[in-house]
């Protein structure tokens, strides 16, 4: 039985590459749960080929250790806003955090932002100066920005160097120190929040939970409060980090259970574990449903992997109750999948699993929004509010009577010297400014951002624009606040007068011109010159906005004619002639698959 004045559950945090996850092996090899070999094959916590050897997945990343007596909890958190709300789930199951910072860079501005999520938790923070090792380390003066920056207390900051194994012992002693231990009833009714879920080819799925109330174990029948579904245990226990089974979690715990659950799907994170015959009067609070924000069509380049696309989705999807994905038909791509993701990272890390794991080439179409759409009423429908996921099936114009989308505000923070290109970019993104104050002293001042933002016009590129005007050195986070009208237009595209589905967009009135020119110049560039004359259209309705043409390829004919008989010439000019008008008659351009990518790529167009 766990005495509870003898656990402790915190989270690592810190910047990209200020050494989180070898901090993490570190302290699993010197509390045992790991062999100095198993270490230098590689990173446990971060590495997925080495995880799947062991028999747990690369979302199992909590680890219990032992020190001293004591139970120490690890638990590791996703570091993007897509998950925003996971890491807050996981953040809610701790009481402290470690917060890693390098030597040698000192504070950095994501560092920032996982310590006020953290900070917003209660969270008891221990600041570690890691990479003291390295000759350019200023422990110091990092000790005195974690001061002046965070406005932490780093007195008592431990000095370590997690490659050299320099301070281990320090850490595990802070968090046992400094970090409070849980509260939480035993005797009370089963109260257990479910932190993250996934699935094991062998297990089934399974769930991490942090045990508020109560006990958990085997053969109990359990009540999911917010999904409304009742299961029996038949697993309990912990990753050391290997798997271990337990007889028993309880109260102020982390561990993971399982119950013949078939697909994370219904598993939702936040949700309230009770125990189905002593129930919980009331759930915990904060339950929060994810649902999709941002959808796009992702097709095969080679219409053959259809089928493969489907099974690779099928399987992504048992990992991931998140997204969702229905079957989608466009004239000019084909069969492929309508996909809805939590946001901008979370599409790219699913297109890239989708590449890398299951080596499928991929056509994405332009991301989309969820719009509400205000219909009137008309001869065989009522009046009714929609839901928009795909620009091709925008209603009849005439029958919206309003669009609404939806809004984010988006906090950004950024050393001094980037704020004017920032404030330009959300400016052109119809961003409007709430608040603009400054963070921390001296050399490292960071200015503190707030604007409101459509969304709209974050999907595109906005997180890559923000990169690259600051070289990595702001950091973004952002929560959605709801739904506006908007001034909002389909702008279609039309090659050879054709329209080409797949690069339709629903746009603002105000940006759809320079955003169709720029669309219908880069395709200028990318479909290949045809034997006939091509006009590329950007269109809102039946009025063209921007055009382009991509002039005929004069294919010389007569060249092999040496120049000699003149009938011949002018028979082979007329026949090439009406090989144009058979041509034009059927309108058959081909865009290279490319061209669909790169047109889809918004560059800036201000
Ligand atoms: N010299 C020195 N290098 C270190 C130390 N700790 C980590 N590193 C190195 O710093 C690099 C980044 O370390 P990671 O542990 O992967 O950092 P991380 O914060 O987990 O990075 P992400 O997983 O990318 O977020 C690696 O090359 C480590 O070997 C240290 O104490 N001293």
Redesign the pocket.
């Known amino acids: 039985m766990a005495d509870i004045s003898k656990i402790r559950n915190f989270s690592i945090i ?1 910047h ?8 993490a092996d570190r302290l699993i090899l010197r509390t045992g749960g790991l062999s100095e070999r198993e270490m230098t094959h590689g ?1 446990v916590l ?1 590495n997925m080929e080495i995880e799947q050897e062991r028999g747990i997945t690369i979302k199992a990343q909590t680890v219990r250790l032992e020190w001293n007596g004591y139970e120490l909890n690890l638990m590791d958190t996703p ?1 993007h806003v897509d998950f925003a709300y996971e890491v807050s789930r996981s953040l809610a199951a701790c009481e402290g955090a470690l917060l890693v910072v390098d030597a040698a860079q000192g504070v950095e501005a994501q560092t920032l932002a996982n310590v006020y999520q953290s900070i917003e938790h209660d969270h008891e923070i221990v600041p570690v100066i ?2 003291i ?2 000759p350019a380390a200023d422990p110091e003066g990092v000790r005195q920005e974690i001061e002046e920056i965070i406005g932490l207390d780093a007195s008592e900051a431990v000095l ?5 194994g320099i301070g281990i012992d320090e850490v595990l002693q802070a968090i046992v120190d400094r970090i409070p231990p849980p509260k939480g009833d035993r005797d009370a009714p089963l109260k257990a929040m479910l932190v993250d879920s996934w699935y094991d080819p062998y297990l089934g799925v399974v769930i991490l939970v942090r045990v508020i109330d109560g006990v958990l174990k085997k053969g109990q029948q359990v009540k999911f409060m917010q999904a409304g579904t009742t299961h029996l245990i038949d697993r309990v226990g912990c990753m050391r980090p290997k798997i271990e089974q337990l007889p028993e979690l309880s109260a102020g715990e982390i561990g993971f259970i399982t119950a013949q659950i078939k697909e994370v799907a219904e598993t939702r994170v936040g949700d309230t574990i009770t125990d189905a015959k002593r129930p919980a009067p009331a759930p915990l609070p904060g339950f929060k449903e994810v649902q999709p924000v941002v959808f796009c069509g992702l097709f095969p380049v080679d219409a053959a992997d259809f089928e493969k696309l489907r099974e690779s989705l099928y399987k992504l999807r048992l990992n991931d109750a998140s997204f969702s994905f229905e079957t989608e038909s466009s004239a000019a791509l084909g069969f492929g999948f309508r996909c809805g993701f939590l946001g901008l990272l979370h599409l790219e890390i699913i297109q890239e699993r989708l590449t890398r794991e299951y080596d499928l080439d991929l056509i994405t179409t332009a991301p989309s929004v969820v719009y509400r759409m205000h219909l009137t009423h008309s001869k065989n429908e009522p009046a009714q509010v929609i839901e928009l996921h795909n620009p091709a099936d925008m209603p009849d114009p005439n029958r919206i009577e309003m669009i609404e989308e939806p809004w984010i505000e988006a906090t950004i923070y950024t050393p001094d010297e980037y704020l004017g290109p920032i404030l330009k970019l959300c400016q052109d993104r119809r961003g409007i400014q709430k608040n603009l104050t400054y963070v921390g002293t001296g050399a490292h001042q960071r200015a503190q951002v707030t604007y409101e933002l459509p969304l709209n016009e974050v999907v595109f590129d906005f997180y890559d624009r923000l990169k690259s005007i600051t070289r990595g050195y702001a950091s973004f986070d952002y929560h959605q606040i709801g739904h506006r009208e908007g001034d909002l237009v389909k702008m279609s595209i039309l090659v050879n007068e054709e329209p080409v589905d797949a690069l339709s967009m629903i746009t603002h009135r105000g940006t759809a011109e320079a955003r169709g020119r720029g669309m219908c110049e880069r395709l200028k560039d990318l479909i290949p010159r045809h034997m006939f004359k091509i006009p590329i259209q950007a269109a809102i309705g039946g009025k063209v906005i921007a055009r382009e043409t991509i002039s005929a390829l004069r294919k010389d004919v007569t060249a092999k004619c040496y120049g000699g008989d003149a009938t011949r010439k002018r028979k082979l000019l007329e026949k090439q002639k009406k090989g144009k008008a058979r041509m034009r008659e059927y309108g058959n351009v081909s865009i290279p698959q490319e061209a669909f990518i790169a047109a889809l790529r918004m560059g800036d167009e201000s």
């Open positions: 810190a990209i590459d200020h050494g989180k996850s070898t901090l990173q971060d570091g890691n990479k090792d390295l370590a160097s997690a490659k050299s």
